[in-house]
Structures are given as structure tokens and as C-alpha cells.
């Protein structure tokens, strides 16, 4: 370690490390992981927001699951919370996670053909 | 590098360890790995996260669930429900003592929302063998940008700006001290960490060594530039080997970066750190004895001035602070002297860690922002007196410091103020005691302790605490005389004028402090031959009400030297000289007829 600049580099590599537990999330991404959601696929579709969210180095969100949320015919649901706006998006498949991390959380759109009402 | 999604932090602190924490982080990774989510679930051992009374303690994030007493077999539930199927374990969840209601996360915890974390910002959140986790929190900016931005005098000029006062006792100006070492002339220079915590009760050095090594390590490095030393000790006690195998590893990562070493950042600067471990005396805790100790003499204190500034180890200028004020230095450094000097109050800055024990529903390390007030500390941060009691008094400052009573409980904590209401900060250590304390006992206890640690070198302190100490046993043993009081004043005095350094200096003051706020109880004890909390064995006595008795013998029953006697249906009587005062009949009797007086 021979300068300041090799430190911040460094810094940059390991950040992750320590990230998710640091202070309270600006919006929250909640994955559906009741029996219903895993059978359905959530643990892929969790994974993916999760690998998403870090490799692109976004700010402020977090990934958590929660449990069943009764809509089990429309698996995996994710809820996405941003303050007090919340949207319900069902049937997320890693494909559909990424263009929901793409637009909704990094673009602010979200994508309505997806979303459901519970 | 893999990302996870999920982090369970296992607090591994020494509570937590010997509450069995080991074990249970085995069976979560057991499990983890069982169900295949390694790769999405990593499991972190930290330092203490100050909850110790609730150990083993787990914290997952992302989402910040707080579970306590987690036991191995609790493992199983946690990882299938919580981890994997995203529902809480209810029943593990922390129950606020006040509300009786299930807190789910620890932000929501009223001993946690009230912390403003400074000194313990990494402590029981990172993992403090792994060096990356440290940096990844900012770890070594603040010696990186010290060292290619500042001079040692703009480093000074910050701290004394910060207002940063020591947190070994003293209080004394962090700044200034380092000013003096700075400018006081010598070929060598040495800077010196205070780790060895005598105070009983306190902890948080340790826990900060234990959790947050890399925080000690970089702020004496930036000591070491600011004032001109090249070489630093940490004296470490011999009872906290964890905390010294932590340190010792750190100070290894640190070498192999190039933190510690020849030429660091590429400056001119150079620094080597090493470890010496005290053998455990509280004298030792003491400057002067302390750096006697390093030299491999005996550990006594020797008069001051000189000061260590000026004349420290072997001759040299030596400045030494304690664990706690190191750490604080990064963020001084790292968010400004103005951002540090706006927390706290006008002459106490910044924060102070409080190890709190006794009669509290919370137990254990919080660190909040000078000036709190004695209620919100004891009632806000730390959830209040257990079992329906009352609070009595708390002791600050440990055996050196003195007692506050409930007229006390809406002054502001902060060293000024402390001393003006006869007690002092010292390191932080707040002993909560509640109606069934009976206050000579505590002021017994105390004398006890430091006569017991008296060095020796100096009469008053060795003879003068002594003769305090069968004064007390004799109050407190039922055999106190007229007098006692006068006696204890006039010894405590001289005692406090003429002794060498601040151990004799200090220690009759739990006496002057319990005198002045609880006389009645000392000429209870004296006068009345009666000890009001009942607690002094020789003083009380179990009594059986009559009105209350309902003659079911189960107290002759109990009793282990048949000392009860009497018809059933007919109010029992207990014979005095037989009665051993153990409390078995008391603890047994279902209706409340006996009792201690
Ligand atoms: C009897 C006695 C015991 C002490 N024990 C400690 C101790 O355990 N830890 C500590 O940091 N300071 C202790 N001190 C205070 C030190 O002498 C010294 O003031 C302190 O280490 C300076 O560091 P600071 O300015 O950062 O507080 C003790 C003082 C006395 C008189």
C-alpha cells in the first residue's frame, strides 16, 4: 500500500462487504418466499435482484424476502417500496427482475403490464 | 468477489462467547450449508454489539432482525424460516421491557435508536479479523489523508479544535496533551494506548480492542505523526486475551499492508506497534505506574510533574492516551473537528461510553452523545429497573467516583457537571442501584476494592484506606460506634490531600459521596444497630407478623437449623440465636408473614 489512491481502489473492491448493513434503505426490493414463491421460482428471481443491485453499484436499496403474501397463483411476487409508494409485480422471473431493476429502480418508471393488485 | 444477500452477524464478544455464541454460529452454518445457501448467506462474527446480557445475539440483514439468547437448537428455525422462507422467528425476537411488545428489528430498540455510535461505529459490525472490512468502512483514510494532506500541527489543531476530552478519567484536553508531546524536547518519542481498564465494571476498551482493532492501530499512527514518535506500546491487561490476540493479529495485517511499518503511504512517516500485557493491577492503570510497567519495573506511581509529555518511558516524551479517545480519533479526522465539537455540550464534546451493570433491565455498552441526562440514560436507553423495584442511586466513575441519587436523575452527564454533583465520568462505568441496596455495604465494597489494589509506596493511601476499610466493616457489622462518621470524614480528607497519585486521591470518595447523600443509613447502622435495605447479615433479623401467619409450619419445615418452632394453626415464632439468616423461610412462606428488618 503505497498511496492514497491504492487504498481507495481497494476500497471500491471490498465495499460490498460491509454494505448491507449499513443504514436504512432508500427503497426496498421484497421478494415472496413462502412455499408458493420457491416452488414458483422466487429463490432465482432473489438471487437476481441481488447479483443486479450489487454489480451495478446501486445506492440505497435493499433485497429482503418476506413470506407468503396469499396471491400464490401469481408467484413470485415482489414488492417493490419506495417511501410510502408501493408496487405489487407478480410472476417476476430473472428476466423480468433485471428490467425491473433497469427501468423501475434506476430509471423511477414502473412497468405496469407487470403489476397486480392484491 | 460473491455477493451475498444476506449477512447474520454473531456477536462475539467475550459475554457472548461465554454465553455460548460458538455453538451457535456452528449450527447456523450447519444449516446454511445443509440447505445449500452458502452462496447466498454469509456469517459474520463481530465484536460486542453492548446487549450483554441477552447473548448469543444475532443480527441478519439486511433487514436488521434482532434475535436474542439463541441457542443451537434455535439455529434450525432461523435459517428454515427467517433465511429461506423470509418469515421471523417471533419467539427469538427481543421483548421491550417497558412495553412488554415484540421489537422486530434493532432499530427499532430502544437501546439502540437512542446510541449515536462514534467510538464503537465498527464495534458488532464488522468482522474484526478480516482487514477488508475495516477498510471497506472507510479504514485507513484517515491516516492516508493525515499523512498526504496534513502536517503534525494541522492534526493537533484539529483535535484541540474537536474539543475531544480523555476518556481514561482524567478528562483532561486531548489536544493540548498532544501539543505538549509535540513540542516538548527529545531524540525519541513514543506514544502509548491505556488498555488496561482496572475499573470494575467497565469494558468498553476491551470490546473496542476486541471489535474494532484496526481503530486503535490507525489512530496511533496518526498520534504518532502528529506529536513525532516512530515507535508506540499498547499495555494491554493479561485478563483480556481475546483482545490481545486480536490486536496482535491486526497489527500483523497492518504490517503487510504497509499501515505499520517503513515509509507508510508513501510518506516519510514510519511506525511500529507492539503489545505489552500487564499483569493486571489497577495502579497500573495509572500513568506513570503504567509506563513503569512498560520500562519492566515495578508498577508504582511516581509524582507528577514531570508529565509523561515531558518525561515519559525511559526519559522520553511519551504520550498516552486511553482505548476510548482513540477512538474517536478517525472521525475527527475524517468528518471534521466542527461536525465532532457540535455533538455533546459546551465543554464535554463528542460522545461517551457508558458500561452499565447492576439493577437495569439493559445491561451492557451504550454509547450516547455527552450531556444526556441520568433518566434518559437509565430509563430511556437502558430500559429501567427490573422486578417492579425502584431506583436508588448509580454510581458513576466506578471505585474512584461517586453515587447520584434520584434528585440526580435530570442532570446532565458530562464530566463538568459529574464532579460538580461530587462524583466523576471516570471511564464510564454506571452501576444502577435500586431500593434493595443498602449503601454502606456499597461504600464497603468499594474501599475494599482499592485498598485491596493500594500499591503500597505511599502511607496515606496504604494505612489511611485500611483503617476506613475496619471502620466500614465495623458499621456494617453491627459494632459501629459514635464517631465512625467524624472518623471516616477526617481519614477520607487527609487521605485525599496527601496521597501520591489519583488512586489514594480518589478512593474515599464512594465514602464522601454515600455520607453525603445517605447519612441516615450510616447512623441507621450505627445508632440503631438496623440495616434499612436489609443486606448487612449482622444488622437483620426475620421476623414472623402475626396477623399474618396462617400456622402451615412449611417454615419450620425449611428452616436448616430448626430455629422455627411452634403449633400448626398457631402463629410460629423464630429463636434468634439459632436463626442462621439464610432466608429459606421467608423465600417459602406463601402468605408474606416473614420478614427481614
Ligand atoms: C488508580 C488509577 C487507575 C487508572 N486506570 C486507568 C485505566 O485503567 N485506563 C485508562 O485509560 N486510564 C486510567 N487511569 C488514568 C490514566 O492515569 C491517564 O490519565 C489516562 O490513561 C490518560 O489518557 P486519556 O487522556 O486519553 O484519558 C487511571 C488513573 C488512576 C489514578
Sequence with gaps: ?118 | MSVYRSHVLVCAGAGCVSSGCVLTENALVDEITTLGLDKEIKVIETGCIGTCDLGPVVLVYPDGVFYSKVAPEDAREIVREHLYKGRVVQRLLYKDPLSSQLVQTYGEMEFFNRQLRIALRNTGVINPEILEEYIARDGYEALARVLTEMSPQDVINAIKASGLRGRGGGGFSTGLKWQFTHDAPGAQKYVVCNADEGDPGAFMDRSILEGDPHSIIEAMAIAAYAVGAEQGYVYVRAEYPLAVRRLQQAIEQAKSYGFLGQGIFGSEFSFDLSIRVGAGAFVCGEETALLASIEGRRGEPKPRPPFPAVKGLWGMPTLINNVETYANICPIILHGAEWYSRIGTEKSKGTKVFAVAGNINNTGLVEVPMGVTLRQLVFGVCGGIPNGRTFKAAQTGGPSGGCLTEKHLDQSMDYDNLVALGSMMGSGGLIVMDDSTCMVDIARFFLDFTQDESCGKCTPCRIGTKRMLEILERITGGEGRDGDIEALERLARNIKQTSLCGLGQSAPNPVLSTLEHFRDEYQAHIRDKRCPAGVCQSLVSFRILADKCRGCGLCARVCPTAAISGKPRETYVIARNDCVKCGACMDKCPFGAVIRA
Design chain 1, 1 to 118: 500500500m503505497k498511496s492514497i489512491e491504492e487504498l481507495r481502489r481497494l476500497r471500491e473492491e471490498v465495499r460490498q462487504m460491509t454494505k448491507l448493513r449499513e443504514g436504512s434503505p432508500e427503497i426496498k426490493i421484497i421478494v415472496g418466499m413462502g412455499t408458493c414463491g420457491i416452488a414458483a421460482g422466487a429463490r432465482e428471481t432473489l438471487n437476481t435482484f441481488v447479483q443486479e443491485v450489487a454489480e451495478q453499484s446501486i445506492e440505497g436499496v435493499s433485497v429482503t424476502q418476506s413470506g407468503c403474501v396469499g396471491l400464490c397463483d401469481r408467484e413470485p411476487i415482489v414488492e417493490v417500496q419506495h417511501g410510502a409508494e408501493r408496487t405489487i409485480y407478480a410472476r417476476v422471473t430473472p428476466e423480468r427482475a433485471r428490467r425491473i431493476v433497469t427501468e423501475h429502480i434506476k430509471g423511477g418508471r414502473t412497468i405496469a403490464e407487470w403489476i397486480t393488485r392484491n
